[in-house]
């Protein structure tokens, strides 16, 4: 209930200090950041991917929080690239004996896992998941609408989406940031932390926050009584 309360208090001082400025709760990953095209408006999915998408030859690298597949060793070198976020404990040094691929994995493991905890600081959702999210990653936009397409029954109109069904992220390699996946994974963190998931829009809001907050100092406000 305490994590409750305090998400409620986080929402309602949001409003309070962006009055009048909408944009800042509907400027989450969508083409066109309308009213009309917003991304939580996602719908309930018509075909959730089951042993079909399990028995495709995704390759899947594991980290500590997270499962990532991708069809091609190009698409995690490129995924790597994209997204900018080093781990403060992070050293070339460690890599010294590793060949190129598992040095590239190990990168990746510690930059996803670091970035997973930094929005888990953000939020002030400490709490360890039971299961891993996974992050599908697809080459192109192409690729992306046609999961969508064949998850929803519409055409794409966000840029990248978390499926709670499934517990997982849906991303496109060419359109992707840090800041982008941040956003993500705090849907994931939200939807699992909660005993009751957060509104959608309060989700958003929430998500929104950690992506442009990534980089700032984060107050740390001690243990709750």
């Given at each position: 209930m305490t994590s409750i309360r305090l998400t409620w208090v986080f929402l309602i001082g949001l409003f309070v200090f962006y009055p009048g400025r909408p944009d800042v709760f509907y400027s989450a990953y969508?083409?066109?950041p309308t009213l009309e095209k917003i991304p939580f408006s996602i719908s309930t999915p018509k075909n959730i991917p089951g042993k079909k998408q399990e028995e495709s030859p995704w390759t899947r690298?594991?980290?500590r929080y997270t499962i990532i597949q991708f069809e091609k060793i190009e698409d995690l070198k490129k995924f790597d690239r994209k997204v900018d976020f080093s781990p403060s404990d992070f050293s070339l040094k460690s890599f010294l004996s590793e060949t190129a691929s598992q040095e590239l994995e190990g990168k990746?493991?510690?930059k996803i896992d670091a970035l997973y905890e930094r929005v888990q600081e953000i939020l002030?959702?400490?709490k360890k998941s039971e299961k891993k999210i996974a992050i599908q990653l697809y080459p192109d936009k192409k690729r992306l609408a046609q999961a969508y397409k064949k998850i929803f029954?519409?055409?794409l109109n966000v840029r990248a989406w978390y499926l709670y069904e499934i517990n997982t992220i849906f991303i496109n390699i060419?359109?992707?940031?840090e800041g982008m996946l941040a956003h993500e994974m705090a849907h994931a963190i939200i939807d699992n932390y909660l005993t009751t998931r957060a509104p959608r829009a309060a989700a958003e809001i929430?998500?929104?926050y950690v992506d442009t907050h990534l980089f700032k100092k984060t107050k740390n406000y001690g243990p709750s009584k």
């Open positions: 969508a083409d066109e690298l594991e980290t990746i493991r510690k002030d959702m400490l029954g519409a055409e060419d359109d992707i940031d929430l998500a929104v």
